[in-house]
């Protein structure tokens, strides 16, 4: 099975610290996104790529967060001094959405789980 | 910011019920309107989805209902199954992306 992939699947770490997360998208897709999901909520978008550019950011995604998407194939997130407030899932995503109007289907991973001590 | 608005925020229903999760949207150039399933542990799933120029779309058990009118659009599961035990999110595409509905937790009893 070649869905995406992402790596930790779960991040403990004291507050102040970085986290690096990793996302393998299903290899044929263009688009990557990041999402955040809290308990309780909907997964809220952050970021996405097409190929290699991040087309568009989030207001959620503070000076804090920075994603990469070197090569147009993996993605990483990473989060500097992190904050009790980043605890939360966080939901990479991958599509060959390339249509004007409407929409592709988003094929999400298992998610990374960060918990800020 | 939310694009879509959904509830209930949760459902129990008895195996057999028919559990109805419904979601109002405000743009009217939205064009797709999906549903996506999420079991504890994992990522969203695409279950089904509807485009406006029909009222209704079945796959198997799950039925999308479409009413372009009142700016909403339900989910319905028929024959509900322990199974379906899930959060359900409705979602609505704007440049590239999706915007999702805060979920509905739904319990199936056997």
């Known amino acids: 099975d070649t869905g995406v992939s992402q790596n930790p699947r779960h991040k403990i770490t004291k507050r102040g610290q970085n986290v690096t997360f990793r996302c393998d998208p299903i290899?044929?897709?263009?688009?990557l996104y990041w999402y955040r999901q809290t308990l309780g909520q909907g997964p809220e978008f952050l970021t996405y790529?097409?190929?290699?550019?991040?087309?568009?950011k989030s207001r959620l995604l503070s000076d804090r967060f920075s994603a990469e998407r070197p090569k147009g194939s993996f993605s990483t997130l990473e989060i500097q001094r992190t904050e009790q407030g980043d605890s939360a899932m966080y939901l990479c995503?991958?599509?060959?959405?390339?249509?004007?109007?409407?929409?592709?289907?988003?094929?999400f991973g298992e998610g990374s789980r960060l918990t800020v001590l | 910011q939310q694009q879509v608005k959904q509830s209930p925020q949760s459902l129990i229903v008895q195996k057999g019920g028919i559990p109805i999760i419904n979601c109002a949207y405000e743009?009217?150039?939205?064009?797709?309107f999906p549903w996506y399933q999420q079991f504890p542990g994992k990522g969203p799933a695409l279950l089904i989805a509807?485009?406006?120029?029909?009222s209704e779309k079945k796959e198997g058990r799950f039925t999308i209902s479409f009413n372009k009118s009142a700016k909403q659009f339900s989910l319905h599961i028929m024959d509900s199954q322990p199974g379906d035990s899930a959060t359900y999110f409705c979602?609505?595409?704007?440049?590239?992306?999706?915007?999702f509905g805060a979920g509905t937790t739904v319990t199936v009893r056997a």
């Open positions: 290899s044929e897709h263009n688009r």
């Open positions: 743009n009217t150039a939205f064009d797709y």
């Open positions: 979602a609505a595409p704007s440049d590239y992306k999706l915007s």
């Open positions: 995503a991958s599509s060959s959405w390339t249509s004007g109007r409407g929409t592709g289907e988003l094929f």
């Open positions: 790529f097409q190929n290699e550019a991040q087309l568009e």
């Open positions: 509807i485009r406006p120029d029909v």
